[in-house]
């Protein structure tokens, strides 16, 4: 069965610190992996994709993540966050299941970010 | 970007009654998505579509029914509502052959 870990449900930090979600997915079959940003109150907004090629991606806001298929895992890094990025992050995962394409979430990571 | 709407964005309701959220989008994409998400969750699918006149249920059993008549209209149905339906309802659409799914603002129904 296929299924995506957010490691962390919540993650608090300082504001200018970097900052790390962890995400992890199990598969059988060929995946592509996003991550999706949640503001309070609003629907979700892609960050980043990976579909292929350079496993290093870069996304919008400063947000960048890495795909490494040998750990299964798909992390979301940020150098220096801002207080605007506090939101409910999500890690999915999309691949061919049970022949129709799907997309399956974790269950979010709560960025929480301090003065 | 997808262009994607949804109406209500808030709707409170009592048991029993039927309604019906709105979902559109403007950039015609044959495939839209209905997903249900309590808070701190992760979303769940209820309902697909790959086009007009084809509708599926997806993998979290719901009590609502969807309708696919025209591209860019994908609404969701309640015909009674209950108090477990208290959730956000978020719909998306894609195109086809490509993974990216574009989201709308959601609804947030409570039923009383």
């Known amino acids: 069965a296929q299924s995506v870990t957010q490691l962390d449900s919540q993650v608090p930090v300082f504001e200018e610190a970097p900052v790390e979600l962890r995400c992890n997915y199990s598969?059988?079959?060929?995946?592509?992996l996003f991550w999706y940003v949640q503001y309070p109150n609003q629907g979700l907004q892609l960050l980043l994709k990976?579909?292929?090629?350079?496993?290093l991606v870069k996304g919008i806001n400063g947000f960048e993540a890495e795909f490494n298929k040998s750990q299964t895992s798909f992390h979301l890094r940020k150098p220096s966050v801002h207080i605007s990025d506090t939101a409910e992050y999500f890690c999915?995962?999309?691949?061919?299941?049970?022949?129709?394409?799907?997309?399956?979430f974790g269950a979010g990571t709560r960025l929480a970010v301090h003065p | 970007e997808a262009d994607i709407y949804q109406t209500p964005r808030y709707l409170v309701i009592g048991t029993g009654k039927k309604i019906t959220l709105e979902c559109s989008q403007t950039?015609?994409?044959?495939?839209m998505y209905w997903y249900q998400q309590d808070p701190g969750m992760e979303l769940h699918l209820i309902h697909y579509?790959?086009?007009?006149?084809?509708?599926e249920k997806g993998d979290l059993s719901s009590e609502s029914t969807v309708s696919r008549i025209r591209t860019e209209h994908f609404p969701l149905t309640l015909e009674s509502a209950r108090p477990s339906h208290t959730s956000q309802y978020l719909c998306?659409?894609?195109?086809?052959?490509?993974?990216?799914?574009?989201f709308g603002p959601g609804t947030r129904l409570l039923v009383l």
């Open positions: 999915a995962v999309s691949g061919l299941y049970g022949g129709y394409n799907k997309l399956i």
């Open positions: 598969s059988s079959v060929s995946v592509y």
């Open positions: 579509s790959y086009g007009v006149n084809s509708t």
């Open positions: 950039m015609g994409h044959d495939k």
């Open positions: 990976y579909l292929s090629g350079s496993t």
């Open positions: 998306a659409s894609s195109l086809p052959g490509e993974e990216t799914q574009y």
